[in-house]
């Protein structure tokens, strides 16, 4: 998914100038030096709000970073990530990878909390089924789609055949991983057939990459009868179009807040309103890439917007 730049820049544009410091080094032996992204994300955190994840930008590519946020906190456990944007872009296969072990800030820091970015993993793990081991397969879904509030992309399916699975080169990024039986063979995942998704530290989400812990432990459970259906979420926001170039329709269930690049909120709408890119005095707004969020019922969600003149 290119035009991905600016998800984590607003984020570190709004980042406290104290509080809380977690420092160490991204490493990458490749030959892009492309801006590259770190960031911290807490322990259990099930969706991402793009607003407020902690993270560093580093506009030389790959070195040392620092990222210095009010909500890194003593004795809070967060996972270390980097990503590089690759022509102010990001997409499946681009340099990603994550800290290996969960950081711990002391006395409001943590240091030596290096990244190495790959292009690609090996990634496996234990399948615990009761059927038989021949049926199992592995779906891979390239979630960067998430972040623009689309649907995640399946990218490849393995039919491993076996429990105990190991899947190489698989393109570096956000991955979703899904276990199924494929009980007629075809390879597919069909109604009726058992399937699940692996649950890591940000829910259904695993960074793949240079690393992490998503090497090895890609455990999946699956039981022995019909999948009960997929637990919906909460609530969906979507932007249509997106990219747009006049105005776009921004589907939500409470009232959506619109920020620029630098975190400074420059238009409000009502729930499933439109937003024609100017500001709250009507002021038509740049081309460029903005951030839409909103509340509803105690969650936060957040999409990227992309206006093209």
């Given at each position: 998914m290119k035009l991905f730049a600016s998800i984590i820049t607003m984020a570190f544009a709004a980042s406290a100038l104290f509080g809380g410091?977690?420092?160490?080094?991204?490493?990458?032996?490749?030959?892009?030096?492309?801006?590259?992204?770190?960031?911290?994300?807490?322990?259990?955190?099930?969706?991402?709000?793009?607003?407020?994840?902690?993270?560093?930008?580093l506009?030389?590519?790959?070195?040392?970073?620092?990222?210095?946020e009010d909500t890194l906190r003593d004795g809070v456990n967060y996972w270390c990530m980097s990503l590089m944007l690759i022509g102010m872009g990001v997409e499946s296969g681009n340099p990603a990878g994550m800290h290996p072990n969960l950081v711990t800030l002391?006395?409001?820091?943590?240091?030596g909390v290096d990244i190495t970015l790959t292009t690609s993993a090996t990634i496996g793990g234990t399948i615990t089924y009761g059927g038989d081991p021949g049926d199992i397969c592995i779906n891979i879904w390239d979630a960067?789609?998430?972040?623009m509030g689309e649907e995640a992309v399946l990218e490849e399916t393995f039919c491993v055949g076996t429990l105990n699975y190991t899947l190489h080169d698989i393109p570096s990024g956000p991955k979703k991983i899904q276990a199924f039986?494929?009980?007629?063979?075809?390879?597919?995942?069909?109604?009726?057939?058992?399937?699940e998704f692996f649950m890591g530290p940000f829910g259904e989400m695993v960074i793949?990459?240079?690393?992490?812990?998503?090497?090895?432990?890609?455990?999946?459970?699956?039981?022995?009868?019909?999948?009960?259906?997929?637990?919906?979420?909460?609530?969906?926001?979507?932007?249509?179009?997106n990219p747009f170039n006049a105005v776009c329709r921004i589907d939500a269930p409470a009232e959506v807040e619109i920020f620029d690049i630098a975190g400074k909120r420059v238009a409000t709408i009502p729930a499933s309103g439109t937003w024609d890119g100017t500001d709250e005095a009507g002021n038509?707004?740049?081309?460029?890439?903005?951030?839409?969020?909103?509340?509803?019922?105690?969650?936060?969600?957040?999409?990227?917007?992309?206006?093209?003149?």
């Amino acid at each position: 998914m290119k035009l991905f730049a600016s998800i984590i820049t607003m984020a570190f544009a709004a980042s406290a100038l104290f509080g809380g410091m977690v420092s160490g080094t991204v490493f990458y032996d490749g030959p892009e030096t492309d801006i590259t992204v770190a960031a911290c994300v807490e322990e259990g955190t099930i969706e991402i709000d793009l607003m407020t994840i902690p993270a560093a930008m580093l506009t030389g590519g790959p070195g040392p970073y620092t990222i210095n946020e009010d909500t890194l906190r003593d004795g809070v456990n967060y996972w270390c990530m980097s990503l590089m944007l690759i022509g102010m872009g990001v997409e499946s296969g681009n340099p990603a990878g994550m800290h290996p072990n969960l950081v711990t800030l002391t006395d409001g820091s943590a240091t030596g909390v290096d990244i190495t970015l790959t292009t690609s993993a090996t990634i496996g793990g234990t399948i615990t089924y009761g059927g038989d081991p021949g049926d199992i397969c592995i779906n891979i879904w390239d979630a960067y789609n998430e972040f623009m509030g689309e649907e995640a992309v399946l990218e490849e399916t393995f039919c491993v055949g076996t429990l105990n699975y190991t899947l190489h080169d698989i393109p570096s990024g956000p991955k979703k991983i899904q276990a199924f039986a494929d009980l007629n063979g075809n390879g597919v995942l069909d109604d009726g057939e058992v399937s699940e998704f692996f649950m890591g530290p940000f829910g259904e989400m695993v960074i793949v990459g240079g690393g992490g812990f998503s090497d090895t432990g890609i455990d999946v459970i699956l039981g022995t009868g019909v999948a009960e259906a997929h637990k919906p979420e909460t609530f969906k926001m979507s932007v249509t179009p997106n990219p747009f170039n006049a105005v776009c329709r921004i589907d939500a269930p409470a009232e959506v807040e619109i920020f620029d690049i630098a975190g400074k909120r420059v238009a409000t709408i009502p729930a499933s309103g439109t937003w024609d890119g100017t500001d709250e005095a009507g002021n038509s707004m740049p081309t460029g890439v903005y951030l839409a969020r909103t509340t509803f019922e105690g969650k936060t969600r957040s999409v990227m917007l992309i206006y093209a003149k």
